[in-house]
């Protein structure tokens, strides 16, 4: 049974580029949600995507953006990238039906930005 | 708004001895949950346990158990005969019921000492 995969790894990019951070949700999950955890913080919600529509957003700009496909995986994409914003990017998946209350992490993409 | 707090950012226990990890928060809501999950070095988020908070019995999974005070809003873990691969950085964590933004804690780190 695969579980969350994440990529890719790692990235670095400069200020001003844009980014685009994959996500696969774990077999038989159906809804994605991406965080972004800061060095020595806990994550923070950025978004959650469910039947490839954004269900609910966090206290992020609108440079973050997201695409759920039908096959359930999903994309970040942040634009014009800020110093801050180098961080690990978590995915996690879920399941509407049945629904499940917990939510699994994949392994993260460390993006640098320089 | 609801919060998290770790008030312990680092703990360290000896080798097959007993440690509790501290998490309070903050909320008006009476229907949510509450996770503890745990990050090693590999970055991947690994959840440890979880209890709803209409639940009066503290939830348990092997040697990992919570006690969960909903009065006085804390939940702690407590980790029993503690095993080298237990070190890691362990977040609280609380979900609102039908809500998908997820707050985490700042996180304790974790030294296991053989």
Redesign the interface.
Known sequence: DAGVTQSPTHLIKTRGQQVTLRCSPKSGHDTV?W?QQAL??????IF?YYEEEE??R?NFPDRFSGHQFPNYSSELNVNALLLGDSA?Y?C?SSSEEPAT????????T?LTVL | AQTVTQSQPEMSVQEAETVTLSCTYDTSESDYYLFWYKQPPSRQMILVIRQEAYKQQNATENRFSVNFQKAAKSFSLKISDSQLGDAAMYFCAYRKYNNNDMRFGAGTRLTVKP
Not at chain 1, 40 to 45: A, L, V
Not at chain 1, 101 to 108: A, E, I, S
């Open positions: 949600s965080y020595g913080q806990g994550p923070q919600f959650q269900r609910q966090g690990l978590l996690a209350d917990t939510q699994y992490f994949g392994p993260g460390r």
